[in-house]
């Protein structure tokens, strides 16, 4: 079987990557029809904007789209082309697995999580204006829609990949309506999955302070926007950093799969980046397609090359580039 993905390599080192992934998921011996467009930085001077439509009608007709990390200036210029995919796909759940390595260094050893975070609303959506010269104001927007969605999303998976319990994250000890809203939509879906799979909650200062003593408590995590983003990079942080982070963007017509990291500029071009997050995204996409063969044989392969150590990048301690290494796990897969 053939499928058609919108293939969006980025910015800075996201090519590179990009081409190490292709590499490693045509290994698989699975037909890929690639559809690729141009995005951020490099289409604002012909086209006006980091993301043209086309971009955005590429992954409607697909269906299902991988991409190089795209840079996101900070404080001025262009808005977040994540975010904006997001909202305009309506890619309401973003999955960020963290799992434990060998040849990873870490301080710590089997860690299995699930980060499960609403993508659409709350402080991360970025609805801000100016309150005079010298303030400004950033306005949070909770759903019991959005919350129930994606506690069911959280919920569903669990079922589906044998996980035994579901945290959700919040602060509503303070913020009553907005963060108790989504707490308490949390709780109306849990009561469906009742002996199926645990359900408890926690407020977030205490989670991330839980993660770093005790993560092995923890399983699949359900978290507002904003959270969520904070408490996925600090379970990147227990595995050996975004390095190794895959991420997955899903809605109920399309999916984009990304690395959770950066588009490193000033490493562009110079084949020293550590491709592993974007081969793991994509063998998020493969599971995601239903080929989960395939998606096995693509994490094996990794595991197998990081841990064998001979032909990693300089961020783990080797000295192989970015295509050796992509093509030494390739030739695993």
């Not at 697995?97 to 609403?118: C, F, N, T, W």
């Amino acid at each position: 079987m053939t499928y058609s993905v919108t293939l969006i390599p980025g910015d800075g080192i996201g090519p590179e990557l990009a081409d190490a992934t292709r590499g490693v998921l045509e290994a698989t011996g699975i037909g890929f029809d690639w559809d690729v467009q141009e995005a951020g930085e490099a289409t604002i001077a012909a086209e006006g904007t980091p993301l043209p439509d086309r971009v955005l009608e590429s992954i409607r007709r697909n269906g299902v789209a991988i991409k190089g990390p795209i840079t996101t200036p900070v404080g001025s210029g262009f808005r977040s082309v994540n975010v904006s995919l997001r909202q305009a796909l309506e890619l309401y759940a973003n999955v960020r697995p963290a799992r434990s390595m060998k040849g990873v260094a870490s301080r710590y050893e089997d860690i299995d999580l699930i980060i499960v975070r609403e993508n659409t609303e709350d402080l991360y959506a970025g609805i801000e204006h100016r309150v005079g010269p010298d303030a400004a104001e950033s306005i949070k927007i909770i759903t019991r829609a959005a919350s129930q969605r994606i506690a069911r999303y959280a919920f569903e998976y669990a079922v589906n990949n044998g996980r035994r319990k579901v945290t959700a994250v919040h602060k509503a000890n303070i913020m009553k309506l907005s963060d108790g809203l989504f707490l308490e939509s949390c709780g109306q879906v849990a009561a469906e999955y009742a002996g199926r799979v645990d359900f408890e909650d926690r407020i977030v200062d205490n989670m991330c302070m839980q993660l770093v003593q005790k993560p092995e408590l923890y399983d699949v995590l359900v978290l507002p926007n904003l959270y969520g983003d904070i408490v996925s990079d600090l379970a990147a942080g227990l595995v050996g950093g975004l390095g190794v982070a895959p991420g997955a963007n899903i809605g109920e017509t399309a999916a984009v799969f990304e690395p959770v990291h950066g588009s490193a500029p000033k490493y562009a071009g110079l084949n020293k980046a550590n491709p592993t997050a974007l081969i793991l995204s994509g063998a998020l996409m493969l599971r995601h397609l239903g080929e989960t063969d395939a998606a096995n044989a693509v994490e094996s392969a990794v595991r197998a090359v990081v841990a064998e150590g001979t032909t990693v990048t300089y961020d783990l301690g080797g000295s192989a580039g970015t295509r050796e290494f992509g093509e030494a796990v390739a030739a695993r897969v």
